[in-house]
C-alpha cells in the first residue's frame, strides 16, 4: 500500500509547464479551518495517466490509430490528467519546435539512452518527446522505409518507446511526475507492460488493441537486445518468434479492443490471428472489453474548412456543390448517378480487390468511383489500373491527403467498405456525419456503427458477389429521393462523439487503480 500512496503524493506535485495542478484543495473557513465537503458533490478522482502511442495526427497518422491518439486523450482531459508520449519523428520535432530536455531514460541491453522532450499543444494537451535522433528522425512513416519495407530496428525502436513508458511509470526519467496507469496502444507500447512486471513495478496497464493484425513479431533472437528476462520468454513466444503484442496482453492488468463486436471476435479462431485462447481467457477473468471509438468534432459538414461547400442535413445542394468538387479533383465530369467513394489504407484487410471487382458492375450502372489510399504496391496497381480502364468514370488518388479524403466523404452519395475484418473503422463514421451512407461487410466494428437499410448497408459476406447485391440496394435507395433524405439524415445523427468512450475508459481505468491498491505494495 504504501507504494501507491506514495505515487499519489508525486503525482500531486504541480507541473509548470502545463498549468496548475488539477488537485482539489479541500475546502476552509476564513481562520483557515476545514469545512465538511458539501453534500452529494464528491471529488473526481484522480487518475494519471501516460498515454503511449506511436502516431498521432496532430503530428503525422498513417491510419486509425493517429486520430484515436489525437482525440480519446483530450476527450479523458475533463477526469483525467492524460499525457501523451510519442517518439520524436520529425514531424512530431517540427511541429513543437526543439522541446525541453525534461528528463532521461537510460540504456537498457541494446536499447540505447534517450532524453526525454515536453511541450504542450496549443490547446494545453501535454506531450512527452521521446527524443533518440538515430532512432526516431528519419524520412517515411513511422513503420517502414521509402521503399515500403519495414524499418530493419523496429523490435529496438518500439521496444524503446515501451521501456521509456515502464521507466516514467517506475519515477525513473527524472520527469517529477508519475503516472499512476499506462494507456498502452497497439504492438508498438504494448511491451511497457511487460517492462514494468520484469522489473518489478506495480504500475498497471491497459492495453488497446486498434488491430489484431498486427503484432510485432520479431526474430527471437533479438530478445537479448531487448532486454527480456531469460525466464521471461514465454510471455513473447509466438511460433518461434517474440510477440510484443503477446507480451502487452500477458502483462496488462486489462486489455480492450476498439467495438463490443470485435472484442467477441477476436476470441475466436477466425479473427484471433492465433492469440485468440489467449484472449479468450482474458474475457473469461474479465480482463477483455470493447469500448467503441468516437469521431471528433472537426468532423462536421457544417464547418470543416477542408470542404468545398458547407451544408447541414436537408442542403443536399451544399453537398452536391462538394460532388462536383471531387469530381473535378478527379477529372471525372459532372454525372446524375451516384458518386461512390473508397477512402482507405490499400491492404488485403480493408477487401480492396472486392471493390475493384465491383467497379466494372457501378460504371455500367451509370455510377462513379472515386478512391484515395496507399498501401500495398499490388493494391495501388489495381486501383490505379481501375482509373485508366474506365475514364470519365473512375478516379484515383494513390496518396494520402486528408483535405481530400474529407471532400470525398461530402461529396460522395456512398462509401465502400467491405472490410474482411474492422476492429471499429472511423471512415464509415466519417461518411455518415458527412451523408455519405456506408455500404460495409457485417463485420466488428461495423456491426455496431452501421444499421442496415437506416444508416447504411450491411453485406453479410466480404465477397465480391455480396457487395455487389448491396452496391445494387444502394442505387435503388438513390432513385427514391425521400428514402434518401431519410438515409442521409439518419446517418448524420448516428451518434459518434468520443464522451461515452472516454467515460468508459475512465471506469476502467477507476477499476484498475482500485485493484492496484489492493495489492501489497512491490519495489518499483
Ligand atoms: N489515403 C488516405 N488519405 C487520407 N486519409 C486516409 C487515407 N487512407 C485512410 N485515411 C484515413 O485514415 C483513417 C483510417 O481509419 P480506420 O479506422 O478506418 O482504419 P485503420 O485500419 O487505419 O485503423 C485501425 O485502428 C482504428 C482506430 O482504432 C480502427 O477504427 C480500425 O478498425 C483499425 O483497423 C481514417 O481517418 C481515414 O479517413
Redesign the pocket.
Known sequence: MAAVALRRLDADSPSAEFGPTRKRLPLRDARGRFLPKPPGRRPAPRRDVLFVTSEMSDFL?T???G??AAALPRALQGGCDARVLIPGYPAVLRRLGEPRVVGRVRAHAGLPECAIGRAALPDGLPVYVLVNPALFERDGSPYVAPDGSDWSDNAIRFATLAHAAAEIAAGRAGLGWRPQLLHLNDWPGALAAAYVSWRGGDTPSLLTI??LAYQGLFPAGAAAALGVPKTALADLEFHGQLSFLRGGIVHAAHVNT?SASYARQITEPAHGCGLDRLLARCAATGRLSGIL?GIDASWDPRTDPHLHAHFAAGDWQGKRANARQVRREFGLPDATGPLFAL???LVH?KGVDLICEVAPQIVAAGGQVVA???GEPRLEREVAALARRFPGRVGAHI????G??RRMFAGSDFLLMPSRF??????QM?AQRFASLPIVHAT??LIDTVEDGVTGFQCREATADALRRGVQRAFRVYRLPGLLDAMRRAAMRAPAGWDAAARQYQAHYDRMLAAAAMRPAVAA
Not at 496518396?399 to 486528408?402: K, R
Not at 474492422?422 to 471512415?427: A, D, F, I, K
Open positions: 497518422k491510419g486509425g490509430l486520430d484515436v486498434h488491430n476498439v471509438n477512402v482507405s489504407r484487410q484515395i489510399g496507399t496518396g494520402f491527403e486528408e481530400l479524403a474492422e476492429p471499429c473503422g472511423l471512415s466519417y466488428g466494428g
